[in-house]
């Protein structure tokens, strides 16, 4: 293992955890610093379809966008983390803008922390933070920025790998078994990842320890076997998908997430590759191995397109999770850095000589921060509503009976528009626009003039603004329909 004298520098070592700490809610909070709402699409998915959940009382709703069909647990695999997050706003009374806005810093604190937990038993603790910390949040592959299942995934996967490598007893596996079983529950491929990092640790037991290679075995798959009916009978599907192809994911590539993560981050993941591999020992190799494998399966899925998507998109993620891991052994490495002996013109210097490595190392973190924080901060993020919206949807909630209970809009908007008031929409844009889509914004552009149509369809709110492409982000189309009434700025009711 890489050594510290861990006594002497441990006010040091918590102060700069305390640092770490602080340095993850502001990457995390980048995003919102400006923006007080939701901003992923999925957030707001989330959000419509927990206040669904607590209104109905079950975890079997009805779909809150279109109404009709019945959603249930066995195909909304990520009822659970709506659950959880539907009932800690009940309890809590926080807005959900509130939690939107700034429980995800305090995730990433809570996992930077997790992360402290872990390498600090192999010396390298703050290190790891520190990287961890600066994990990025983009558009494509998530992040930690985002109120979603993958980023509380996060902070589960270094618990149940430090459970693993430092533990061996019947609670440690319940524990592990109850671990997953969480992560199984609110996002069913948030489960893999620590199955996969964990792999080769495994493996590595069988030979000496075989009773806890077995108990680590038991612990990481009973959850898939007998916890989730309906993830046992989704076993099958997914092994045979790894055998289709799927076309290149344009928006989430590895050499660009390479990029994005930070290459100073990168080069130190590789020293500590070195570093952990020369010194040796099945923890450390478990660690070097488990991110080979982690690397080996996004690999193969990015250059061979043979996989599951989702688990690939999500794993580029815990890929950088444990690359900060890594990376700080390489930072560790640097910090105990110490000149020669056969140097002895420069022992007469004895801060030099002395404090060489930690010199070193702070020349290196500074230099890390200053690319990596401007290059957070110019993140692109999209904004599906802005707050003249926000009041618009919140005046429908509060002011229109329950009679008026659908809606056509922006379809864009449309997402936002059903998790802030609770009402139903015509269309709504997910991924990319549809016909459908297209046609909401016919009729919005064309002056709302077709009567029949919102007949037909059982439409009774016409809310007229919405984004147009080009420099000018909006645009207010007036309604030219005398069957449609004014109640207020942008909003009109079927008589």
């Known amino acids: 293992m890489i050594s510290f004298n861990i ?21 995390a909070f980048i995003p919102h610093q400006h923006y007080p709402y939701p901003l992923h699409v999925d957030e707001w998915v989330h959000l419509a379809n927990s206040q669904a959940m607590l209104q109905s009382g079950d975890t079997s709703y009805v779909d809150p966008f279109y109404g009709g069909e019945t959603i249930g ?16 706003q009940s309890i809590s009374g926080l807005s959900w803008v509130t939690i939107f806005r700034y429980f995800p810093g305090v995730i990433l604190m809570l996992t930077v922390l997790a992360v402290y937990i872990l390498a600090r038993r192999e010396s390298f603790g703050w290190e790891a933070s520190f990287f961890t910390a600066l994990i990025p949040t983009t558009v494509g592959i998530l992040g930690p920025g985002f109120l979603v299942p993958a980023t509380l995934g996060l902070l589960f ?19 592990i078994f109850v671990l997953t079983s969480f992560l199984l529950a609110i996002h069913a491929p948030s489960a893999i990842y620590p199955i996969l990092i964990l792999a080769p640790y ?15 075995a038991l612990a990481l798959a009973l959850p898939f076997l007998i916890v989730f009916p309906w993830i046992f009978d989704l076993l099958l599907p997914t092994f045979k998908g790894l055998l289709v192809s799927h076309p290149p994911t344009e928006y989430v590539q590895l050499p660009r997430v390479i990029e994005t993560y930070g290459y100073l981050p990168t080069l130190f993941c590789l020293l500590g590759t070195f570093l952990l591999a020369r010194q040796g020992g099945k923890k450390n190799y478990g660690l070097v191995l488990g991110l080979l494998v982690l690397l080996l399966m996004l690999v193969i899925f990015y250059t061979f397109h ?37 140097l002895n013109h420069w022992r007469k210097a004895p801060i030099v000589s002395r404090y060489l490595g930690q010199f070193l190392c702070l020349a290196l973190i500074g230099v890390t921060l200053a690319v990596t924080i401007p290059a957070r901060q110019n993140t692109p993020y999209y904004y ?3 707050s003249e919206d926000y009041q618009a949807f919140i005046w429908i909630k509060d002011n229109l009976g329950k009679e008026y209970d659908k809606a056509i809009l922006d379809p864009w908007k449309a997402t936002a528009f059903t998790a802030i008031t609770g009402r139903k ?40 603004r919405v984004y147009e ?25 079927l008589r």
Request: no cysteine; charged share 10%; proline share 4%.
């Open 425 to 464: 929409v015509y269309t709504r844009i997910h991924a990319y626009p549809t016909a459908k889509d297209n046609e909401a914004y016919a009729f919005l552009s064309g002056g709302s003039s077709n009567s029949t149509f919102l007949r037909e369809n059982v439409i009774s709110i016409v809310y007229t």
């Open 306 to 342: 043979h996989g599951v998507s989702i688990v690939y998109e999500r794993g580029l993620l815990y890929l950088m999770l444990m690359m900060s891991l890594v990376a700080g052994a390489g930072l560790a490495g640097v910090r105990n850095l110490k000149l020669p002996a056969k």
């Open 202 to 216: 495994i493996l590595l037991n069988l030979r000496g320890n075989f009773k806890h290679s077995l108990g680590l």
């Open 157 to 175: 996967t270094p618990l149940i790998v430090f459970l693993a490598f430092n533990l061996s007893t019947v609670w440690s596996y319940l524990l």
């Open 384 to 386: 599906m509503i802005d």
């Open 7 to 27: 006594k002497s520098l441990i006010k040091v070592d918590y102060l700069l955890l305390l640092l770490a700490l602080g340095l993850a809610f502001y990457i």
């Open 73 to 88: 647990p066995g195909s909304n695999l990520e009822a659970s983390f709506q659950l959880f997050w539907g009932v800690f």
């Open 469 to 493: 492409s080009g420099p000018n982000p909006q645009v207010e189309y007036e309604s030219h329909n005398t069957d449609l009434v004014p109640v207020a700025r942008n909003i009109y009711l």
